[in-house]
Protein backbone atom coordinates (compact mmCIF):
# COMPACT_ATOMS: atom_id res chain seq x y z
CA UNK A 1 0.00 0.00 0.00
CA UNK A 2 3.11 2.64 -0.07
CA UNK A 3 1.76 3.66 -3.74
CA UNK A 4 -1.35 4.41 -2.34
CA UNK A 5 0.28 6.98 0.06
CA UNK A 6 2.31 8.09 -2.87
CA UNK A 7 -0.73 9.10 -4.98
CA UNK A 8 -2.04 11.01 -2.05
CA UNK A 9 0.89 13.25 -1.56
CA UNK A 10 1.53 13.92 -4.80
CA UNK A 11 -2.03 14.81 -5.56
CA UNK A 12 -2.01 16.81 -2.51
CA UNK A 13 0.55 18.82 -3.85
CA UNK A 14 -1.02 18.88 -7.21
CA UNK A 15 -4.38 20.34 -5.81
CA UNK A 16 -2.07 23.18 -3.72
CA UNK A 17 -0.57 24.78 -6.41
CA UNK A 18 -3.93 24.06 -8.86
CA UNK A 19 -6.34 26.00 -5.82
CA UNK A 20 -3.61 28.69 -5.36
CA UNK A 21 -3.47 29.64 -9.09
CA UNK A 22 -7.29 29.50 -8.84
CA UNK A 23 -7.68 31.32 -6.02
CA UNK A 24 -9.53 28.96 -3.69
CA UNK A 25 -8.44 28.03 -0.45
CA UNK A 26 -5.48 26.05 -1.18
CA UNK A 27 -4.87 24.16 2.14
CA UNK A 28 -8.51 22.76 2.24
CA UNK A 29 -8.02 21.19 -1.49
CA UNK A 30 -4.51 19.63 -0.17
CA UNK A 31 -6.16 17.97 2.66
CA UNK A 32 -9.20 17.22 0.01
CA UNK A 33 -6.63 15.93 -2.91
CA UNK A 34 -4.92 13.79 0.04
CA UNK A 35 -7.89 12.40 1.30
CA UNK A 36 -9.66 11.58 -1.81
CA UNK A 37 -6.91 11.63 -4.11
CA UNK A 38 -8.01 12.11 -8.23
CA UNK A 39 -11.92 12.20 -7.14
CA UNK A 40 -11.39 15.49 -6.04
CA UNK A 41 -10.50 17.20 -9.53
CA UNK A 42 -14.77 17.22 -10.43
CA UNK A 43 -15.27 18.97 -7.05
CA UNK A 44 -12.62 21.34 -7.49
CA UNK A 45 -13.32 22.44 -11.00
CA UNK A 46 -17.28 23.26 -10.19
CA UNK A 47 -15.62 25.00 -7.01
CA UNK A 48 -13.38 27.53 -9.08
CA UNK A 49 -16.32 27.66 -11.72
CA UNK A 50 -18.63 29.01 -8.60
CA UNK A 51 -15.96 31.06 -7.43
CA UNK A 52 -15.55 32.50 -10.58
CA UNK A 53 -19.12 33.19 -11.29
CA UNK A 54 -19.62 35.01 -7.58
CA UNK A 55 -16.82 37.45 -8.78
CA UNK A 56 -18.13 38.27 -12.29
CA UNK A 57 -21.96 37.87 -11.92
CA UNK A 58 -23.95 35.17 -12.95
CA UNK A 59 -25.52 37.38 -16.10
CA UNK A 60 -22.17 38.02 -17.94
CA UNK A 61 -20.35 36.43 -20.96
CA UNK A 62 -16.74 35.03 -19.46
CA UNK A 63 -14.82 35.40 -23.03
CA UNK A 64 -11.70 32.91 -22.36
CA UNK A 65 -8.56 33.93 -24.76
Do not use: D, H, N, T
Amino acid sequence: MPWLLVVSVICACWFYVEAWKGGIRPRYWALMGFLLGPLAWPLMSIQKRLWWRRVCGFGGVILRA
